[in-house]
């Protein structure tokens, strides 16, 4: 099973390019604390499943307590929210992809997603999860991100935008928007490369983490289908 802590490869920890990456846009996800979910005019669904190294796995939330604030994306509801701005080794993670097909939602384009996390918790343990933003930058990006290597890959590599390119080109400018405090190609220059092109992935801590189990599928449940390339 892959180490729990900071998003990383085959359990290590990340390459320093890559946390440069995370360190960088940690100023911006920070600012993300005090959001309290995406407000939604259609009663919340919870989230059940999410990706694990290209398989789709049961990831069950743990129940609401009296007075806990809620965390909800568009229409998707992910349970509690445990404030805490700096993600911890001891948790698993949870990755938040824009865009996915995994959840989808008519009239809440903006917010579908896949749900990504790097391990499977002990069997029945409900254990906290780093939320992170992934968000795609790169329009040529095509291939749906199920893995945390895969998402980790493609933020060490860069891309250069066209003249023609705009804030609306860049396939999650609506996660950029509402989480990062990003609405224009200016304000991607924290984010660029030592090269000075632009990551084709960006990787940002949500500072804050949810409850959760994860289990693999049962026995005879079909994986989810692998993207071509994968």
Same mark, same amino acid.
């Given at each position: 099973? &892959?180490?729990?802590?900071?998003?990383?490869?085959?359990?290590?920890?990340?390459?320093?390019?890559?946390?440069?990456?995370?360190?960088?846009?940690?100023?911006?996800?920070?600012? %993300?604390?005090?959001?309290?979910?995406?407000?939604?005019a259609d009663p919340p669904s919870s989230v059940?499943?999410?990706?694990?190294?290209?398989?789709?796995? #049961? *990831?069950?939330? %743990?129940?609401? @307590?009296?007075?806990?604030?809620? *965390? #909800?994306?568009?229409?998707?509801?992910? =349970? +509690?929210?445990? #404030?805490?701005?700096?993600?911890?080794?001891?948790r698993l993670n949870l990755y938040l992809v824009?865009?996915?097909?995994?959840h989808q939602a008519e009239g809440h384009e903006?917010?579908?997603?896949?749900?990504?996390?790097?391990?499977?918790?002990?069997?029945?343990?409900?254990?906290?999860?780093?939320?992170?933003?992934?968000?795609?930058?790169?329009?040529?990006?095509?291939?749906?991100?199920?893995?945390?290597?895969?998402?980790?890959? @493609? +933020?060490?590599?860069?891309?250069?935008?066209?003249?023609? *390119?705009? *804030?609306?080109?860049?396939?999650?400018?609506?996660?950029?928007?509402?989480?990062?405090?990003?609405? #224009?190609?200016?304000?991607? +220059? &924290?984010?660029?490369?030592?090269?000075?092109?632009?990551?084709?992935?960006?990787?940002?801590?949500?500072?804050?983490?949810?409850?959760?189990?994860?289990?693999?599928?049962? +026995?005879?449940?079909?994986?989810?289908?692998?993207?071509? =390339?994968?």
């Amino acid at each position: 099973m &892959a180490a729990a802590g900071s998003p990383s490869r085959g359990g290590g920890k990340l390459r320093a390019s890559a946390t440069r990456v995370l360190r960088l846009a940690a100023l911006a996800g920070c600012a %993300a604390v005090l959001w309290a979910g995406t407000p939604s005019a259609d009663p919340p669904s919870s989230v059940s499943t999410a990706y694990l190294r290209n398989q789709l796995v #049961s *990831f069950n939330l %743990a129940p609401l @307590q009296k007075g806990q604030q809620p *965390f #909800s994306l568009g229409p998707w509801q992910f =349970g +509690a929210r445990v #404030s805490d701005r700096k993600p911890r080794d001891a948790r698993l993670n949870l990755y938040l992809v824009s865009p996915g097909t995994l959840h989808q939602a008519e009239g809440h384009e903006d917010f579908d997603h896949n749900d990504i996390i790097n391990a499977l918790p002990p069997e029945g343990a409900v254990v906290e999860w780093d939320v992170y933003w992934v968000i795609v930058l790169d329009p040529a990006l095509r291939e749906d991100i199920r893995s945390e290597q895969e998402l980790i890959v @493609q +933020a060490q590599e860069g891309f250069t935008p066209g003249d023609l *390119f705009e *804030f609306q080109d860049v396939p999650g400018h609506a996660f950029l928007r509402a989480f990062l405090n990003v609405d #224009s190609l200016d304000g991607l +220059a &924290a984010y660029r490369l030592k090269d000075g092109r632009l990551p084709r992935v960006i990787i940002a801590p949500a500072g804050f983490a949810i409850r959760a189990s994860a289990a693999p599928p049962e +026995a005879g449940q079909p994986d989810a289908p692998v993207a071509d =390339g994968k």
